[in-house]
């Protein structure tokens, strides 16, 4: 019983690290989803770093912007939950 338990406890612990590996798959899917074409200092879509969005809510705006907002130009971005997930870890990591 308490070999299970401990193993939970290392599973558990090992769970805390996984926005900061999110964060880094998020980096690259941004990247690759283009979404640097627009987002940046100076560019049309803003810089994201003073996004006051939680992760849910951006989520969710990645996934359907216009959804959120109907006169959002920023087009859907296609994916999994868990690649929406890592661009919003990475999105939020942003300073």
């Known amino acids: 019983m308490r070999r299970i338990m401990g193993m939970m406890v290392a599973l558990a ?18 990247k690759s989803k283009g979404c640097p074409m627009c987002h940046g200092a100076g560019k049309k879509g803003g810089d994201l770093k003073s996004s006051t969005l939680d992760k849910a809510a951006m989520v969710k705006y990645i996934k359907d912007p216009k959804a959120a907002n109907p006169k959002a ?6 994916g999994s939950d868990a690649e929406l997930n890592a661009i919003a870890d990475y999105v939020k990591t942003m300073k």
């Open 73 to 78: 130009t920023m087009p859907a971005v296609k």
């Open 13 to 30: 612990l090992c769970g805390l690290g996984m926005g900061a590996a999110y964060a880094e798959d998020g980096a690259a899917l941004f």
